[in-house]
């Protein structure tokens, strides 16, 4: 079935059906949660923008989350070859990822003018990088472990 979402989604039927699951879920966590949060709002002061952030993020976090645990990202690592093999080329695009993102960022975020604004901006770098490491490092090896026990 074609609707306005599946550009987003996957050609891999199986990832496709799996996303939606996941889409699904965080979907029924968000409504929960902000029936919880309605309901609470009677005896407790929220600020809205908080609020709505928090949900969206946990929304993100839930969907991304149950994706990387899933262990459907990587699909064709089976042998330990190949398990290697993508490590290192996870390990490289991490490490251009941290590069670009330590050239860019002080363009968008404004030039740092002391030290310890540009040591923030390398830190707040490393940091986003070693995020993206360990999030496909994570789904790589839950997509082996998968696919070995597959074999």
């Known amino acids: 079935m074609k609707s306005w979402i599946s550009f987003l989604l996957p050609d891999d039927e199986y990832k496709e059906k799996k996303l939606l699951h996941f889409l699904s879920e965080g979907a029924i966590i968000l409504f929960l949660s902000l029936l919880v949060t309605l ?12 609020v709505l952030f928090l949900h ?3 929304f ?3 969907v991304l989350g149950r994706y990387i645990i899933s262990g459907i990202e990587f699909t064709n690592i089976a ?21 670009m993102f330590i050239l860019v960022y002080p363009f968008i975020s404004g030039l740092p003018a002391s030290i310890s604004e540009w040591l923030g901006t390398l830190g707040f770098s490393t940091l986003a990088g070693l995020m ?4 496909n490092f994570i789904s790589l090896k839950r997509s082996y472990n998968r696919n070995k026990e597959l074999m």
């Open 39 to 50: 309901i609470s709002s009677r005896f407790i002061n929220f600020d809205t923008e908080t």
């Open 56 to 58: 969206v993020v946990l």
């Open 79 to 99: 042998t330990e070859q190949e398990y290697k093999k993508e490590l290192k080329v996870i390990v490289v695009k991490s490490a251009g990822f941290t590069a």
């Open 132 to 135: 993206m490491f360990f999030i």
């Open 60 to 62: 993100v976090i839930y």
